[in-house]
């Protein structure tokens, strides 16, 4: 059976390690992508093959979803985090202005929602260098309009381009982008949280992994099918790996000799 928690990208532990590491990237100018996964993201890659293999190719696969770093906890990463989007955004960003780093973003609803986006976090970091900024049409771009964006970053330098087009549009854009230099990070819905197109779940149910009950409370239309289709799966595949998990533990443990 397929492995329905991504336990193989845990070589991050922390939220100031995830940050370290990123950083040192853009710095160093290394290409490629980021993910952040919650149970969307992992039910997404066990239902489709292809996916799966885009996500192992990234540079690193965070815990964004809390039930996932439970899951991996279990699975004997003890020193696994939850890294939230959201708030990786904002301490990248942070960072970036510290570190000269030429930022872009590429995604939201449209430009209204980026100037929204821009005013917050020129507001908080007023040293950012926010060189690219794009709100894609949803519908496929035209030759003429991929080759707009490809000159418009490379032009301005960007060397952390945040990709917001929910998953796993994101991913698969990103991993078909990587021609463009910077490094990238799929950012989901933060942009809508920041700009308070959204509102975000208290901290209290962030905590206790009932961030995705508060989010069907806010729209219930879009998200219904998706959690009835995903979440009692993660919770029974994923329970079934944790056993099989201990079992074969257990099984080694006792061929060694071992209480």
């Known amino acids: 059976?397929?492995?329905?928690?991504?336990?193989?990208?845990?070589?991050?532990?922390?939220?100031?390690?995830?940050?370290?590491?990123?950083?040192?990237?853009?710095?160093?100018g290394q290409q490629g992508y980021v993910c952040l996964a919650n149970v969307h993201m992992c039910m997404?890659?066990?239902?489709?093959?292809?996916?799966?293999?885009?996500?192992?190719?990234?540079?690193?696969?965070?815990?964004?979803?809390?039930?996932?770093?439970?899951?991996?906890?279990?699975?004997?990463?003890?020193?696994?985090?939850?890294?939230?989007?959201?708030?990786?955004?904002?301490?990248l960003c942070e960072q970036a202005q510290h570190h000269n780093i030429r930022v872009g973003i590429y995604g939201g609803s449209d430009s209204v929602q980026l100037q929204q986006l821009t005013d917050v976090l020129l507001n908080r970091?007023?040293?950012?260098?926010?060189?690219?900024?794009?709100?894609?049409?949803?519908?496929?771009?035209?030759?003429?309009?991929?080759?707009?964006?490809?000159?418009?970053?490379?032009?301005?330098?960007?060397?952390?381009?945040?990709?917001g087009l929910g998953c796993p549009k994101q991913e698969k854009w990103m991993a078909s982008h990587q021609h463009l230099g910077p490094l990238m990070i799929g950012i989901g819905a933060a942009v809508d949280f920041i700009t308070g197109t959204k509102?975000?779940?208290?901290?209290?149910?962030?905590?206790?992994?009932?961030?995705?009950?508060?989010?069907?409370?806010?729209?219930p239309r879009r998200l219904f099918w998706r959690y009835i289709k995903h979440n009692p799966r993660f919770l029974l595949l994923g329970l079934w790996q944790v056993i099989g998990h201990w079992w074969n533990r257990l099984v080694s443990r006792k061929q060694l000799g071992k209480p």
């Open 1 to 28: 059976m397929k492995s329905v928690i991504l336990s193989t990208h845990v070589a991050v532990s922390g939220f100031q390690q995830a940050q370290d590491t990123i950083i040192e990237l853009c710095r160093t």
């Open 125 to 163: 970091f007023p040293r950012l260098h926010l060189a690219y900024r794009f709100a894609p049409p949803f519908r496929p771009l035209t030759a003429s309009e991929e080759e707009k964006v490809r000159e418009d970053i490379q032009a301005q330098g960007v060397q952390l381009l945040f990709v």
């Open 199 to 219: 509102l975000s779940a208290p901290r209290w149910m962030q905590k206790i992994g009932l961030e995705w009950l508060y989010r069907f409370s806010q729209e």
């Open 44 to 91: 997404e890659a066990l239902d489709d093959p292809d996916f799966a293999l885009l996500l192992s190719q990234a540079r690193l696969v965070l815990a964004d979803g809390r039930p996932l770093c439970w899951m991996q906890r279990l699975m004997g990463h003890t020193s696994a985090r939850q890294i939230r989007g959201q708030d990786l955004f904002l301490a």
